[in-house]
């Protein structure tokens, strides 16, 4: 077995096969060097590493008790401590010289009781943790670590990183037997027993916990810059008289210090990338929620990193988590997306939440469930589309959780925040998917955008009706079939495959528009980007450029469309979207064809054109990206579609306009699917959508009728495209 | 501050104030609070990392209710400078030592200085000794600490988050020293902040129209 394979089974081997869980994390977090040459090479760095930390031991705990008393020590080689010549000066209790041992043991002895403060009450519900020589070796690796690194020296919270690891080292610590070290013949044993000697649990928990420092020592970390911002946040009037207090700094200054304050602490600014960046695009909605709830992401978020989520989660399913984590990246790269699963984990509670409802739900993290253990679970379960095989019965609900996370760092967009909420949906028993959408200003960058209430606080209340009629059963197939690629084998000719995917487009674009009943414009934009997911899911072998030749015009007259019909009622814009323009609103395209790339294994550094991250290797891709992307995009925006001059080029190109030939494919591939319930076809009739509108919604109810490029009304703006 | 007025006749108003916890590390802040909302006592808690939240009730006469949203915050004083991101906006602090710890009392001092300098002006500090049932290890004189309180003009009250005594009478005497004249302090709730304070202004929870959707900032 390889490293490699090693580390994918930390990701998703169900419990009961899991392996020795101190030697896995030995192997992850690179104290051990991997699973060649095992007999040879293990014992060397277990004898490196337990020999370091044991020299540390003795230099800062056992020496100093030593210095203190030179008098009982006098055959040591100690010239100053042994001797006669002491300068009791310096070798005094009431010494105040900085270089006398008493002025160390003071502080020695304050930094240890610091410590043993917290490791006191280190996981109160683990027995193990009460023992005396637990609370010793825990406090013993703490101060040797932190006179290590007296900069950052002792932080609350490195307890409690470090107790998961002890304790896991320790229960899977083996007593040799020590008349008799080497009964063991075979090599391979020898050294799985001496990596599992119970004699040396306190140098490895200290190994492991040094290596996960090397990543989390920042997080402990409070920058002189930052503690300076903080404190002028109100500048002191030296005039006044004692106690009297200064006007506050100005907001705009004081936004400025907070800035500052989060730029210069590592931990704030790896909660604002969880929220500003990944979370923001991954679910806008749920972004938008807490944002204007003014749920800042570091109320939550310091602890959930510190302590690599020991407080949320029962301490079984922490192991999973840790194991997943250390599988995964001995940098322990995908802790933030671990927090925006989490964030998409408790979303409805949170969507459905005020102020207190969310900062509850976030700082006192809800039993996690996981596929298996879910009672509510109704079939058919979301899968992922990059493993569509993946065993779920026996995940632990934290290894599912972290599926989730390396799914959504792998497909960095909205579609993929979909799948997950879906799954989450199913996870709850809740059969809606496809939710109202995320308010179209969230896909803009703008600042000065608006906060619009109405969408975000419009999630519907989760449906669980599946009557007659209903769209559910229709979207939750169109989901699961809307989202299994790879849409073919390299073998299958490129028409079917092309088909293939128009078909899942349409299969998905039904449930998307049946279900949907929000703005129309972003319903579209939400179209195009569930197109750009099917793209961006599929296998790159089954990716040719006769993909993009079937999709992409799909994607790009949609888009079209979208801005014609924007451009043609641009009251509806306001209404549905904000008051984002269509400029704005298409200003997002870039990203998702970023997005595409990077699904493609390209460097996503998409700045203006997509088509400049694309490599030679994929000239034909980049030149079609690009030249959609050209013709679309950059057309003026200014005059309806139809008249200008890129439009009636593109149109004119390919012969055939492209909407009613894009209809009539999406009309009989409707007509035909007959992998999808029926009802689909006879109640949702093609060119005879549901309403869009909601009774109950009196702001919605007027956004669906817009106006086609010949001013006539039109009830559905998506039947002039379909 | 948010406000919250019943639909109907004789119908309670809820006030609620935003107030923060600080103090030394293991003076008993988290206990505190877990005695006051849930009325449990652990002999060993957790430290407490960034900070924990909290709601909880008080009814303050038959009219009246304060809702407070408690902010417990980490007592490492390494992480002092993250505290104001904490007690920002906040309309009440609890300042916590330990009877039994003279440093922890200086520790409580400088927060008081702190808070009176930085914090909202109109801000209602109660100094807490705690661990009162430990009067055999008292290190620092009740008289002493009363004498600190009144001269800093502070509410003052020795707890024991063990025993329970006196902590609901703590949050009972806060919530009659807030403000609860409505008019001018919902007005002042209106402002904008970053540190999400000023929320909820108004809400109108108590008559059963409770909004699912959101609250009316007004």
């Known amino acids: 077995m390889s490293l490699t394979t090693l580390r994918e089974q930390g990701l998703a081997t169900p419990l009961a096969e899991r392996h020795l869980r101190s030697i896995s994390w030995k192997l992850y977090l690179e104290y051990l060097p991997g699973l060649s040459d095992v007999g040879v090479l293990w014992p060397e760095a277990l004898h490196k590493e337990r020999t370091h930390y044991q020299r540390l031991y003795d230099r800062y705990v056992t020496e100093p008790s030593r210095q203190l008393n030179p008098a009982t020590e006098p055959d040591r080689d100690r010239p100053r401590s042994a001797s006669p010549d002491v300068d009791l000066r310096v070798y005094n209790p009431l010494s105040l010289a900085e270089d006398s041992p008493w002025q160390l043991y003071f502080q020695d002895t304050e930094l240890r009781s610091t410590i043993q403060k917290d490791v006191e009450r280190t996981f109160p519900d683990q027995p193990c943790f009460a023992r005396p020589e637990a609370r010793t070796a825990l406090t013993d690796i703490l101060f040797v670590y932190c006179k290590l690194h007296p900069d950052t020296s002792y932080r609350q919270g490195m307890h409690e990183l470090l107790a998961p690891l002890w304790k896991t080292v320790w229960e899977e610590s083996v007593a040799l037997a020590e008349d008799n070290p080497d009964t063991s013949t075979d090599a391979i044993e020898a050294a799985v027993f001496q990596a599992l000697d119970a004699n040396y649990v306190q140098h490895d928990a200290f190994a492991l916990f040094t290596r996960v420092m090397r990543v989390a020592r920042s997080w402990f970390e409070i920058s002189e810059v930052a503690t300076n911002a903080t404190a002028n946040l109100r500048t002191r009037n030296p005039g006044s008289a004692g106690g009297a207090r200064s006007p506050p700094v100005s907001d705009s200054l004081r936004h400025l210090k907070i800035n500052e304050l989060s730029r210069a602490t590592p931990i704030l600014a790896k909660c604002n990338n969880v929220f500003f960046q990944l979370l923001k695009r991954v679910d806008p909605s749920l972004f938008t929620h807490l944002e204007q709830l003014e749920i800042e992401p570091q109320l939550f978020g310091i602890r959930w990193i510190r302590l690599l989520w020991g407080r949320e989660f029962p301490f079984d399913d922490l192991h999973s988590l840790w194991t997943a984590l250390f599988a995964d990246d001995p940098n322990l790269g995908a802790v933030d997306w671990v927090c925006v699963a989490m964030l998409l984990r408790v979303r409805r509670t949170l969507l459905n939440g005020d102020y207190a409802t969310c900062l509850q739900t976030l700082m006192r993290y809800p039993a996690l469930m996981g596929p298996a253990s879910a009672p509510a679970m109704a079939a058919p379960f979301p899968p992922f589309p990059h493993l569509p095989n993946l065993q779920l019965t026996g995940l632990a609900p934290t290894q599912f959780l972290f599926q989730q996370a390396i799914y959504l760092r792998s497909h960095f967009h909205a579609a993929a925040g979909q799948l997950v909420a879906a799954q989450n949906d199913a996870l709850l028993g809740i059969e809606t998917i496809n939710e109202p959408l995320p308010p179209v200003e969230t896909y803009v960058t703008s600042p000065s955008l608006p906060a619009h209430p109405v969408n975000s606080r419009s999630f519907p209340s989760p449906r669980t009706g599946t009557g007659a009629g209903s769209p559910v059963p229709v979207a939750r197939e169109a989901l699961s079939a809307g989202s299994i690629p790879p849409v073919a084998t390299p073998t299958t000719t490129s028409r079917s495959t092309a088909t293939t995917v128009a078909r899942r487009a349409s299969t998905s674009q039904s449930a998307v528009f049946d279900s949907r009943l929000g703005p129309p414009a972003a319903a579209i934009l939400e179209q195009c980007e569930a197109w750009l997911h099917q793209l961006a899911t599929a296998a790159p072998t089954a990716l040719d450029t006769s993909h993009l030749d079937t999709v992409l015009p799909l994607v790009m007259e949609t888009l079209r469309y979208t801005r014609q019909i924007l451009q043609n009622d641009p009251a509806a814009v306001g209404r549905g979207a904000g008051s984002a323009t269509p400029s704005q609103l298409l200003r997002h395209l870039p990203e998702h064809l970023g997005n595409l790339a990077a699904s493609l294994g390209i460097p996503n550094q998409v700045e203006g054109s997509p088509a400049a991250a694309f490599p030679q290797t994929h000239k034909p891709v980049a030149d079609r990206v690009t030249e959609a992307f050209e013709r679309t995009i950059r057309a003026p925006l200014s005059s309806p579609f139809s008249t200008t001059p890129a439009g009636s080029a593109m149109a004119s190109a390919r012969s055939v306009p492209l909407a009613p030939a894009m209809r009539s494919h999406l009309v009989t591939k409707t007509a035909h699917k007959t992998n999808l319930p029926t009802h689909s076809a006879s109640s949702h009739p093609a060119g005879q959508r549901t309403s869009w509108t909601r009774p109950s919604d009196p702001v919605r109810a007027k956004s669906p009728t817009s106006t086609n490029a010949k001013g006539d009304r039109i009830r559905d703006p998506l039947g002039a495209i379909f | ?218």
């Open chain 2, 1 to 218: 501050m948010s406000i919250s007025r019943g639909s109907g006749a004789g119908a309670t108003k809820t006030f609620n104030f935003k107030l923060v916890l600080l103090g030394e590390s293991a003076v008993g802040k988290s206990s505190l609070v877990v005695r006051f909302v849930k009325d449990q006592f652990d002999d060993y808690r957790e430290s407490t990392i960034g900070a924990a939240f909290f709601t909880q009730v008080v009814p303050v006469d038959d009219q009246t209710t304060v809702k407070f949203e408690i902010w417990d915050t980490a007592g490492q004083e390494r992480y002092k400078s993250l505290a104001p991101m904490y007690y920002r906006n906040a309309q009440c602090a609890v300042v916590v030592f330990d009877i039994t710890q003279e440093a922890s009392f200086e520790k409580a001092k400088t927060w008081v200085k702190e808070l009176q300098r930085q914090a909202d002006p109109d801000i209602v500090i109660a100094l807490v000794g705690n661990k009162n049932d430990l009067t055999s290890r008292r290190a620092v004189p009740a008289e002493e600490a009363q004498a600190y309180a009144d001269e800093a003009g502070l509410l003052f009250q020795e707890t024991s988050a063990k025993t329970g005594a006196n902590v609901g009478d703590l949050f009972k005497a806060i919530a009659k020293k807030m403000p609860l004249d409505s008019q001018k302090h919902s007005q002042k709730g209106g402002r904008t902040s970053a540190s999400g304070a000023s929320r909820p202004s108004v809400d109108l929870s108590n008559g059963g129209a409770s909004n699912a959707a959101g609250n009316c900032a007004c």
